[in-house]
């Protein structure tokens, strides 16, 4: 089985780094997006190509399995493609008599190059212009705070769609001609913001479904569905690890070598902890129940705390 070649789709290379394949993605993804198009079927279907293919190789382990995938379609291939001299020609052509890797009996050549046959005299059925069609889903990405995708919350978040154009309601034309709005496309782009609901404990790459927030639908269609693809942004002194989250938390050499208390900035609270005496770098402190959420429960894992001694 032949595997797709999404590196071609997005335009990428192999050596390419994430940064690379995602800004190549995003000018494709504004290119053929079928609102941009007047939802062109040939642009749709590229569209979804294209978003099938950033999905694997914006994802470290996908585009990983997927390399490996493609190396070993090319092994087969060569392995049963050969082409060799001892390979017999005509109607077996290059699959021989004992090969396979097609299901279903051998369709003779006449038969597939038939001009009379009643396959290419059938058309598709042009579709309705004005037949009500469902909006398209939004993708975007969204780094959001450690600590709203660890304990959850509310955001505003803001991106641009596709409307129908307020100037000539969608029609594309006025009384002069084109719509001088929307030059004829019947839609314009739109700011929107929105107030999001982020559910407690998702889990890094997320794909998390606003209904009804994406793409209008035309002719009186519903509206597609808004994807926020969840990651946390960097964080300078903690790291979430399942539902735990791990501290760096620096203390001088005297608290280290003395002991006592010490206060402590947790997801959502301030802290105070004991220090013993003739503690060490890299040992830790766990505050239980006081780390990041389970994914979408109120039941929280442990603020674990790593000593760093600094040097006076």
């Not at 595997?3 to 994430?18: E, I, N, R, S, W």
Request: charged share 30%; net charge negative; glycine share 10%.
């Amino acid at each position: 089985m032949a595997v797709k070649d999404y590196y071609k789709v997005l335009g990428a290379a192999l050596k390419d780094a994430a940064g690379a394949i995602k800004k190549k993605y995003r000018a494709l993804a504004k290119e053929h997006h079928p609102d941009a198009n007047n939802g062109d079927k040939k642009s749709e279907e590229l569209f979804k190509k294209i978003t099938e293919a950033y999905e694997v190789l914006s994802d470290d382990k996908k585009r990983k399995a997927y390399d490996r995938e493609r190396v070993a379609a090319k092994s087969r291939q060569s392995y049963s493609g050969g082409g060799s001299a001892g390979n017999s020609s005509g109607a077996e052509g290059k699959y021989g008599p004992y090969d396979h890797s097609r299901s279903g009996p051998r369709q003779d050549w006449r038969q597939q190059q038939d001009p009379f046959s009643q396959s290419n005299f059938t058309e598709d059925e042009p579709p309705d212009p004005n037949m009500p069609m469902q909006g398209f889903d939004l993708q975007f990405m969204a780094e959001l705070p450690l600590v709203t995708v660890a304990l959850g919350g509310k955001i505003d978040y803001a991106y641009e769609k596709f409307v129908q154009c307020p100037e000539c309601e969608g029609m594309g034309t006025d009384d002069e001609g084109d719509c001088p709005e929307c030059k004829g496309k019947r839609q314009v782009v739109k700011q929107i913001v929105l107030e999001v609901d982020i559910p407690p404990g998702l889990v890094d790459n997320y794909t998390y479904r606003v209904k009804d927030q994406g793409g209008e639908g035309r002719n009186g269609g519903p509206p597609g569905d808004l994807l926020l693809k969840i990651t946390p942004q960097p964080h300078p002194t903690m790291k979430r690890i399942k539902n735990d989250i791990y501290a760096q938390v620096n203390i001088s050499q005297k608290l280290a070598d003395e002991g006592g208390s010490l206060q402590v900035q947790t997801l959502d609270s301030l802290e105070t902890i004991e220090v013993e005496d003739g503690t060490l770098t890299g040992e830790e402190y766990r505050l239980v129940g006081k780390g990041g959420c389970f994914p979408w429960d109120k039941k929280r894992g442990d603020f674990i705390v790593k000593f760093f001694i600094l040097e006076d």
